[in-house]
């Protein structure tokens, strides 16, 4: 059984840095591909970034050059690490796994609350 799980979420200032990880179990094979999204109240969840099993990265409009995902080489875990931190950025965060059948899996998400 897959299960995700996301932590490292937390309160930080405004101007401030957090390191959320995510570790995809459960799989003998690695993930095809594995993101972060994003919920705020009272909006819709959005996407973060992305890192594919062969290593591209894409990121959404205001995490580039603030945000870098990573992965660890072989294994499903993957890191978000977020610098410049804004009040806008607070929302429960999600990690997100893609299996190569194309299944997608959710965690439970971890806080983020960025005080101004």
């Known amino acids: 059984q897959v299960r995700v799980l996301e932590s490292g979420g937390g309160s930080v200032q405004a101007g401030g840095s957090l390191t959320l990880s995510c570790d995809a179990s459960g799989s003998t094979f690695s993930f095809a591909g594995m993101s972060w999204h994003r919920q705020a109240p009272g909006n819709e969840r959005e996407w973060v970034a992305a890192i594919t099993r062969g290593g591209v990265i894409s990121y959404a409009d205001f995490a580039k050059g603030r945000f870098t995902i990573s992965r660890a080489s072989a294994t499903n875990t993957v890191n978000l690490q977020m610098n410049s931190l804004k009040p806008e950025d607070t929302a429960l965060y999600y990690c997100?796994?893609?299996?190569?059948?194309?299944?997608?899996?959710w965690g439970r998400g971890t806080q983020v609350t960025v005080s101004s």
């Open positions: 997100n796994a893609v299996s190569i059948r194309g299944d997608r899996y």
